[in-house]
């Protein structure tokens, strides 16, 4: 069955820093996967999609990479602020086409950003 | 444009007692799905509706879980009876439309169920 891959322990860094988050994926060939910030005590919210036909996304300080022979995304932010700390999960569609939206979630890295 | 709203937002019952959530998703959205978060661990879909029918509820408790979308607008998840296990934060997504591409979902805050 496939399975999603975080890790699960929390990932300390300081101000400025470039935050580098990692998703690995196993018996599956996702045609997407999306990336989502969890506050706490609030729902998910979506950051950003990348597709399997693209190397690489960026949104403002935020980058995202799709190995599909590696099947592993990173998710990298980049001049970290302390605003930035969050849970971040990464979703990926199902291998059935037939319920293309149904999304499985990792169980997220939680990123912490010091001054 | 208005988010996706949840009630309760904490609810505290005993074992074996019944419990309701209600969830309204944003205007216009045609996918509304229910996720279970138990506490470090991602969101696990329930239910998902197209309008007001089951897309797919393969990972719901049929037992004690139910779930309805009438009307194809707002919908309610009940647990009868709550099981200490299902203490988590019940979240509800809604999304455009249901495509073979790739949908965004929008979440709401989520109701924090706590079972004694």
């Known amino acids: 069955s496939q399975k999603i891959e975080q890790n699960s322990e929390a990932l300390n860094i300081q101000e400025g820093k470039t935050a580098t988050l990692t998703c690995n994926y196993t018996?599956?060939?996702?045609?997407?996967l999306q990336w989502y910030r969890q506050d706490p005590g609030r729902g998910p919210v979506f950051l950003l999609l990348?597709?399997?036909?693209?190397k690489e996304k960026r949104k403002e300080r935020l980058k995202v990479t799709f190995d599909t022979t590696l099947k592993q995304s990173l998710f990298h932010i980049t001049a970290s602020q302390p605003a930035d700390s969050a849970t971040y999960l990464c979703?990926?569609?199902?291998?059935?086409?037939?319920?293309?939206?149904?999304?499985?979630f990792g169980t997220g890295t939680r990123l912490q950003v010091t001054l | 444009e208005a988010g996706v709203a949840q009630s309760p937002r904490y609810k505290i019952i005993e074992k074996r007692q019944s419990v309701a959530f209600w969830c309204n998703p944003i205007s216009g959205h045609a996918t509304l799905y229910w996720y279970q978060q138990i506490l470090g661990q991602g969101p696990k879909l329930l239910i998902q509706?197209?309008?007001?029918?089951?897309?797919?509820d393969s990972q719901l408790p049929k037992d004690r879980f139910s779930a309805e979308r009438l009307k194809g607008v707002d919908s309610t998840l009940k647990i009868q009876p709550a099981k200490l296990e299902d203490s988590a934060v019940y979240l509800c997504?809604?999304?455009?439309?249901?495509?073979?591409?790739?949908?965004?979902?929008?979440f709401g805050p989520g109701t924090r169920l706590t079972v004694l």
């Open positions: 979703a990926l569609p199902p291998t059935d086409t037939g319920t293309a939206s149904k999304l499985t």
């Open positions: 509706f197209q309008n007001n029918g089951v897309v797919d």
């Open positions: 997504a809604s999304s455009l439309v249901s495509l073979a591409g790739a949908d965004t979902q929008y």
């Open positions: 018996n599956y060939s996702p045609a997407y």
């Open positions: 990348i597709r399997e036909n693209e």
